[in-house]
């Protein structure tokens, strides 16, 4: 069945809980739509897992297309949603527009996800205007790096938590389908959940919330270096890859593959002919 902003409202209405994953290419997409989750994120965290840079501000509008494609060919029925990179929706309403505009035309996405609350409203008021649903991102925007000074949890104070709980009020009033809360407290997160009519989706942000999300190459134990707190690992299929490979390099230096069945054969007395003929002189 395919997935709409429609379809994640009734799951918050019904509570059955949305189930969101990050992708970034036309494989893992088709894998995962065809495992049942409810969206694919393109995050822009592919800055980081696809094209190693230390966080998300150098991605690029070509980038996020580019990437947006080939999961949208992947995958049938997930509600695809890619992230508006930095700086191409701060700066006016109208790049925001026409940016958002790239990602479904030009990219196939359904809807688009930007960072921030009460200084990108306009831009998702307009977003939607233009027919265009818009995901917001609350929390720990990682976009915010430098101004919140490193990946930190955000929302423990009073003054903090109440900006946020007023963020979400104000960008579902500009016309958000849903919010994600990255990494803020599980009571918070929860609160903004009940408050809501549109659904929360966590990421760092407890079971509160109407569903998760959750960049995949950490679930799956396929990122080098430091993970998250929260980023349960689900499986560990960097093992697996390591395993195959290692597999693969030992067994083509000792000969033992390719093996008779990876082989394919000459037809019948074509070896004896071939052995007989004079190749032309060149
Ligand atoms: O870019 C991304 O992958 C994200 C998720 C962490 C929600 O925004």
């Known amino acids: 069945m395919k997935n709409t902003a429609a379809t994640l409202m009734q799951q918050k209405q019904s509570g059955e809980k949305i189930i969101m ?47 947006t494609r080939a999961v949208a060919r992947g ?44 200084a990108v409203c306009e831009q998702i008021k307009a977003i939607v205007d233009s027919s265009i649903p818009v995901v917001a991102h609350l929390g720990l925007t990682p976009q915010s790096v430098n101004a919140f000074g490193g990946f930190k ?21 500009a016309g958000a389908c849903a919010v994600v809360l990255e990494c803020v407290p599980a009571e918070l997160a929860e609160m903004i959940t009940e408050q809501l009519t549109i659904p929360t989706i966590g990421i760092g942000a407890g079971a509160g919330c109407d569903g998760q999300v959750l960049v995949y190459q950490d679930m799956l134990g396929l990122t080098s270096g430091h993970v998250p707190k929260f980023a349960k690992r689900f499986a560990d299929v960097g093992a697996l890859m390591r395993e195959g490979v290692t597999a693969y390099i030992n067994e083509t230096r000792e000969g033992s593959f390719p093996a008779p069945e990876h082989t394919y054969k000459l037809g019948d007395g074509v070896l004896e002919k071939l052995k007989n003929y004079e190749s032309m002189p060149f």
């Open 75 to 118: 995958a049938q029925n997930a509600f695809i949603v890619a992230d508006m990179p930095f700086m191409s929706y701060q700066t006016s309403v109208y790049d925001a527009v026409v940016n958002a505009g790239r990602l479904v035309k030009e990219g196939g996405a359904h809807a688009v996800k930007l960072e921030g609350g009460a």
């Open 153 to 173: 949890v955000q929302g423990k104070d009073y003054e903090r938590a109440k900006q946020i709980l007023d963020d979400a009020m104000l960008i579902q009033q």
């Open 21 to 67: 994953l990050t992708a970034y290419d036309y494989t893992t997409a088709h894998i995962f739509d065809e495992c049942g989750v409810n969206s694919i994120l393109i995050g822009d965290s592919l800055g980081m897992t696809m094209l190693g840079y230390e966080n998300t501000l150098s991605v690029t509008m070509e980038d996020m297309i580019h990437h």
